[in-house]
Nanobody
Framework: QVQLVESGGGLVQPGGSLRLSCVASGRILRINDMGWYRQAPGKQRELVAVLSSSGSTNYADSVKGRFTISRDNAKNTVYLQMNSLKPEDTAAYYC??????????????WGQGTQVTVSS
């Protein structure tokens, strides 16, 4: 059984920073892409950033230059460093990973979400 667990969300003032973490656990053979998505109330879930196992990245235009995605493959962990936060960044942030299981097969997994609120 594979599980993703996020942490690091919270309330921050505009211009502030937060760092999100997501740890994948279970019987994992390999992790391909790892990424972050977000969903604001009344809106569709959208891609924030994704990082492949080879190191290539893709960011939403709205976060380029402010957010940085990184990963620690030894720890099966992906991070999202968020700087210069804006009220429009307020959303539930979800971790996503494409995982090849030790038992065979692969799947797309999601964390339970962590809330980020940017407000003065």
């Amino acid at each position: 059984q594979v599980q993703l667990v996020e942490s690091g969300g919270g309330l921050v003032q505009p211009g502030g920073s937060l760092r999100l973490s997501c740890v994948a656990s279970g019987r994992i053979l390999r992790i391909n892409d790892m990424g972050w998505y977000r969903q604001a109330p009344g809106k569709q879930r959208e891609l924030v950033a994704v990082l492949s196992s080879s190191g290539s990245t893709n960011y939403a235009d709205s976060v380029k230059g402010r957010f940085t995605i990184s990963r620690d493959n030894a720890k099966n962990t992906v991070y999202l460093q968020m700087n210069s936060l804006k009220p429009e960044d307020t959303a539930a942030y979800y971790c996503n990973a494409n995982i090849i299981r030790a038992s065979g097969g692969r799947g797309d997994y999601w964390g339970q979400g962590t809330q980020v609120t940017v407000s003065s």
